[in-house]
């Protein structure tokens, strides 16, 4: 068969899939209408590997409308309808998605023995993709539900655990796929089948990464640090001599992998850290020209600028204790990472602000009797007092307001 052998997705990967009543919806509304409905790439890939994917790309070769409303009837969620590509997507409320497209049947004239998938846009769809573990289907409907439509061997790969081209110039035609590569890579714990090997390592040799558009280029960075393992994606760049193209950087920056870790750790939605912390070695300019180019926003410049500013001195001014102690805790943390002489004291101020120092906030400077900016210069003055240990509860920090007072009195 032009399919190669039948396989079928074993009960139990559906089973213990959270798609499964979703994915048992889909087939009873294939039975009970004339629509055909097909899952493909990334989910089809993650379903056979037994991994959670939040993400179910559909072919459906029907009315779409019924589809949505149809699930629409049984959960929670909004509709995001794109018709100028025929797609919709539905956003349920625990946060997966299901996203649809239309299949049409290409109605030319074709020997009358290939099967459907052949002839439907199903088949230009699967061929357009990256990897053959990308570039698989499984059909939802009644009469073969679970049958994998297998056109590029992703199958086999999936079991060799080899990441495989469709076609020797996919790197060339979409550059992204060799960030995508790199990614899947790492994540999966696959090697590059040997001749893709050999063309990934030749289109960044060329300089076809300079080829992605700025926005996708962003993006795609945004990708890897969404990852499990960004440092394992950034070290594999690093070693292909591709971070040059990506970062403003040629080389991680010194304990890059364990810095990295903690931000990850702490602050695990602040992607902004961690590019901060990728190009904390870059120059000034170069990072901040980088920064503009992919418009990040102002704020992630302005804290670059910071960075560098206090990477490199070696003790911290009354000034400067002051002004760190305006910054967020996060940036903060970021900053002590990364510089040499400073980043205890900069733990410290991190510390006084967590604990809500000082304990007097302006408020109760005000029912003392306090006006206006005097207030701002007190507290700057009461945290100074706590960061030189001068001062260690809220008596002590009255204590000291009312020596203030006294002395203005006499
Ligand atoms: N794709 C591609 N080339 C690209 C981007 C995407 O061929 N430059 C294809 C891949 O086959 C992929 C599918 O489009 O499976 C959907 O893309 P996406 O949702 O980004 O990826 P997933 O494979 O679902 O991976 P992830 O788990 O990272 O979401």
Redesign the pocket.
């Known amino acids: 068969s032009p399919l190669g052998s039948i396989f079928q997705i074993s009960e139990d990967k559906i089973r213990s899939s959270p798609w499964r009543d979703i994915l048992e919806e889909l087939r009873k509304i294939t039975s009970q209408y004339n629509i055909s409905i097909y899952a493909?790439?990334?989910?089809v890939?993650?379903l056979l590997l037994g991994q959670s994917?939040?993400?179910l790309?559909i072919v459906v070769e029907g009315d779409i409308q019924l589809i949505i409303s149809k699930i629409m009837d049984k959960w929670e969620g909004k509709v995001i309808t794109h018709p100028q590509f025929g797609t919709s997507e539905i956003i349920l409320s625990d946060g997966k998605r299901i996203?649809i497209a239309t299949a049409r049947i290409e109605h030319y004239e074709e020997p009358g023995s290939l099967p459907k998938v052949e002839r439907s846009s199903l088949w230009l769809d699967?061929k357009?993709?990256?990897?053959t573990?990308?570039?698989l289907a499984m059909s939802l409907n009644e009469e073969n539900f679970g049958e994998i439509i297998d056109l590029y061997g992703g199958l086999e790969d999936l079991t060799r655990k080899e990441l495989r081209i469709l076609h020797n110039l996919?790197f060339v035609e979409?550059p992204?796929?060799i960030l995508?590569g790199i990614?899947?890579e790492a994540?999966l714990g696959f090697t590059f089948e040997e001749k893709t090997f050999k063309l990934l390592k030749e289109a960044i040799e060329n300089g076809f990464l300079n080829k992605i558009a700025k926005e996708r280029l962003k993006d795609e960075i945004i990708?890897i640090l969404q990852e499990s393992q960004p440092e394992k994606v950034l070290k594999r760049l690093e070693e292909l001599n591709a971070l040059s193209y990506i970062f403003p950087i040629r080389k991680l920056p010194k304990n890059f992998e364990k810095k990295n870790q903690i931000l990850k750790n702490e602050y695990p939605q602040k992607y902004e850290l961690q590019i901060l912390n990728i190009i904390s070695e870059a120059t000034l300019d170069e990072g901040k020209k980088w920064l503009q180019d992919l418009k990040f926003p102002q704020k992630i410049a302005y804290q670059f600028i910071l960075l560098k500013h206090y990477q490199n001195i070696s003790t911290l001014s009354e000034k400067d204790i002051i002004n760190l102690s305006d910054l967020p805790d996060d940036f903060l943390l970021l900053l002590s990472l990364n510089s040499k002489k400073t980043g205890k004291d900069i733990l410290r101020i991190r510390l006084l602000k967590e604990k809500g120092v000082p304990y007097l906030k302006g408020k109760d400077l005000l029912n003392m009797g306090f006006k206006g900016k005097i207030i701002g210069e007190l507290l700057k003055q009461l945290f100074l007092k706590h960061y030189y240990g001068e001062v260690k509860t809220r008596e002590e920090e009255e204590k000291f307001i009312k020596e203030i007072i006294n002395s203005n009195l006499k």
């Not at 493909?40 to 989910?43: E, L, P, R, T």
């Open positions: 493909i790439g990334g989910f890939r993650d994917n939040f993400d790309d996203d699967l357009r993709r990256d990897f573990i990308n570039a996919s979409d992204t796929r995508r990614r899947l994540r990708l």
